[in-house]
């Protein structure tokens, strides 16, 4: 069986952002293709969640990124360790997209182990006031706004 060549090596991303808070800066077109594939992984599975325990529940990640490696560091990482992620991954702390991104790679590797709920930080107009906006458009100089949120749009 030949499997296709992907647009992303998903395992090198995860592990260059694991490494590294500034593995966020991967082109523009693998964010859309990480955001592509992430919101297909959501959109394959039902709205109302049926979960297995265990399962870690995490609330607001707020753009921590290093708090978010070090509940992977105490608890285990995604794949060997469920978890359940209610939302607003961005906005208030200084690295919401890296935040954001890791937890994608991590739900298209592993859909089954990894959830992802939508918070109210999870739209653009909250991102105006409460800094992912300026996170992407100010310290990075991109023209990204919030692509990444579309994974949790239903028609977009
Ligand atoms: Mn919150």
């Known amino acids: 069986m030949?499997?296709?060549p992907r647009l992303v090596d998903i395992d090198a991303r995860i592990e260059q952002m694991l490494e590294s808070p500034r593995?966020?800066?991967?082109?523009?077109?693998e964010l859309e293709v990480i955001?592509?594939?992430?919101?297909?992984?959501?959109?394959?599975?039902?709205?109302?969640?049926?979960?297995?325990?265990?399962?870690?529940?995490?609330?607001?990640l707020h753009g921590?990124?290093?708090d978010l490696l070090h509940i992977f560091k105490k608890r285990g990482m995604p794949g060997k360790t469920t978890y359940l992620f209610l939302g607003d991954y961005v906005d208030r702390g200084m690295h919401s997209l890296e935040t954001l991104v890791l937890l994608m790679l991590f739900k298209i590797k592993f859909p089954d182990r990894v959830f992802l709920l939508r918070g109210n930080h999870e739209c653009a107009a909250i991102n105006r006031t409460?800094?992912?906006?300026?996170?992407?458009?100010?310290?990075?100089?991109?023209?990204?706004?919030?692509?990444?949120?579309?994974?949790?749009?239903?028609?977009?």
């Open 2 to 4: 030949t499997s296709q």
């Open 23 to 29: 593995g966020c800066d991967l082109p523009e077109f």
């Open 35 to 60: 955001n592509v594939e992430a919101r297909e992984a959501i959109r394959s599975q039902p709205m109302m969640l049926e979960l297995q325990a265990p399962v870690w529940v995490c609330g607001d």
């Open 64 to 66: 921590q990124f290093a």
């Open 130 to 156: 409460y800094g992912f906006y300026d996170e992407c458009n100010l310290t990075r100089q991109t023209k990204i706004l919030c692509p990444p949120l579309e994974i949790f749009h239903p028609h977009l």
